[in-house]
């Protein structure tokens, strides 16, 4: 098992976890339970002044939807100038706020100036853990697991669907950021013989690729509950293969391709917001999230 750099060492010792991300899980407890924030929506600005920064943005029109600067020796937060009051970018550059107060622990904000005192993480690994740390700020697992319950290994339907989009409309976040944390954070059911699969038609990771739908995350459990890798991020959905070439993977191909033509036709109105999928082999549904195209897929396989 490969050595922790430098930066994910100090991570640890700084706030006492086991590895990197449950460093991250204890700082972030601890912030909010500081900031007295235990119900949705998070207010960040609150986080921000248990911290020790000036809760307020700066806005500017740079390369980079968030940043650290320096004012007057203190570091403020900087926001993406062209962002600014447009609410179709409000969760993005709530997201990227929350972002920015986990790179903030890395600085002594004691004294002026205020300095940064981890070392020097390599590549992108402190972008990874900022990504990490900002979804449990805004989505704290208590109040997800509270959400969830303890329905058991037998929920399972599109009830999940609705769940998401609730969640996401209390934390003031996207739906793809809810998704992607349920399933990390061990949230869905482990039901033998099921695939979830949540899809994008999209142009890959910073859309440099061809548009097609995409798989954002996905999640397979095997015959014994196991959980394994079934189709990477990005991946275009045309890889998923079945041996009964009748299903035409499970219909999601062309439930994407149903969503462009409806939204073409209808102009933002849309008609098709579920498919049931019903034979022999598979079984499920694929639910339309919203109307930037998300899919949600839960899926089991029969003997």
Not at 113 to 135: F, H, S, V, W
Not at 168 to 188: N, Q
Not at 226 to 243: D, V
Request: proline residues 4%.
């Amino acid at each position: 098992m490969p050595k922790d750099t430098d930066y994910l060492q100090w991570i640890k010792s700084r706030f006492k976890g086991d590895n990197p991300k449950s460093s991250i899980d204890i700082v972030v407890a601890f912030l909010l339970s500081e900031a007295k924030q235990h119900t949705f929506p998070i207010k960040l600005s609150a986080v921000a002044k248990v911290i020790g920064i000036d809760p307020r943005p700066i806005y500017l029109d740079q390369m980079y939807d968030g940043s650290l600067v320096t004012k007057e020796g203190k570091i403020r937060i900087a926001l993406q100038l062209n962002y600014r009051n447009n609410y179709r970018f409000s969760q993005r550059l709530r997201f990227t706020y929350a972002h920015e107060l986990i790179h903030c622990l890395s600085y002594d904000l004691t004294n002026i100036p205020n300095t940064r005192i981890a070392p020097p993480p390599e590549k992108l690994e402190e972008e990874y853990l900022c990504n990490y740390g900002a979804a449990k700020l805004i989505l704290p697992k208590k109040i997800l697991t509270n959400i969830f319950g303890d329905e058991g290994n037998n929920y399972f339907g599109s009830s999940y669907s609705e769940k998401f989009k609730n969640i996401a409309a209390k934390a003031d976040c996207s739906i793809s950021t809810v998704v992607i944390d349920c399933i990390t954070s061990g949230l869905i059911s482990a039901i033998p013989n099921t695939i979830y699969i949540l899809s994008l038609t999209s142009g890959g990771y910073q859309n440099t690729s061809k548009v097609k739908p995409r798989c954002v995350i996905s999640i397979l459990f095997d015959s014994n509950g196991n959980k394994k890798n079934f189709l990477a991020p990005n991946k275009g959905l045309e890889h998923i293969k079945l041996k009964d070439d009748k299903l035409k993977d499970w219909s999601l191909l062309r439930f994407h391709k149903d969503i462009a033509k409806e939204y073409m036709e209808v102009k933002n109105e849309f008609l098709l917001d579920m498919l049931d999928i019903n034979s022999s082999c598979v079984s499920g549904v694929h639910v339309k999230l919203n109307d930037k195209g998300y899919v949600w897929s839960e899926l089991r396989f029969h003997n």
